[in-house]
């Protein structure tokens, strides 16, 4: 005959269990605290790795004109009276109380994952760089590098006068600098990316796709009038929240 358990004994079975699953929860709680202790650790460890932007502050709204053109003379036209509100609009949004520097750039926003990349040609070396060694290029108006605080290491930044002739100049990051000229000093030296430039200027190294990856090669080139008119992003950087400035930019966006 089966002997059922009595009263006393079963008090004791679910006392074990309790306690069992009481450790059970302690243990899993001290693993989840270990391993949130060593996301946070890790977390803070990319964060403090300086990725060369200085992004407090500073907001980008993307910029695209329609070009309502049926045929190539007619989209040229369009494109010229697109650019020509563009320039418009960043005197006005330069203006507004609030922002301390604007600027256009196209080539993909830092860390977004957008880039544009191509290869490089260094007609000193007869060398043509591809695949991992390619540059990633971005277009930009003369005070984009002041407006995220890319710093200058050497050479000079661009001015209104890159502008007008932008074939004739180009910046480099200090690691295509190493890449592309063996160490050496690229200052006043030929490059050639989509047309043969001279560098201008070198700047600090940026991290592109985040903290956790190495700088890439970065080229900088003059951003054109007509190319404003395009399709370009505003980048600019406020003297406080910028959520009191967005307000203002999107209405003049919207004129």
Known sequence: RVRRPDARSARVSRQQLRSLVVAAEEALAVV?????????????????????????????????????????????LVIEQNSTRVVELMARVRALPGVESASLFSGGLPLSGRLTRTSVKVPARQKEFTGDDAVDVRFVTPQYMRVIRQR?????????????????????????????????????????????????????????????????????????????????????????DPRFVIPSVRDHLQQ
């Open 32 to 76: 989840l605290l270990v391993g949130a202790g060593l996301f946070v650790a890790s977390f803070a460890s990319v964060m403090s790795v300086q990725i060369g932007l200085d992004y407090r502050n500073v907001v980008t709204l993307p910029i695209w004109p329609r070009n309502t053109g049926k045929d190539a003379e007619s989209r040229k």
């Open 152 to 240: 200058l290491i050497k050479g000079r930044l661009f001015t209104d006068a890159d502008v007008l002739d932008p074939k004739a100049s180009i910046l480099l990051n200090q690691t295509a600098e190493r890449l592309y000229f063996e160490g050496t000093d690229a200052l006043g030296q030929e490059i050639d990316i989509w047309d043969k430039r001279r560098v201008v200027g070198v700047v600090a190294d940026m991290r592109l796709e985040g903290p956790e990856k190495d700088a890439r090669p970065q080229a900088f080139i003059p951003m054109t009038r007509s190319m404003s008119g395009q399709g370009v992003d505003l980048v600019l950087r406020t003297a406080s």
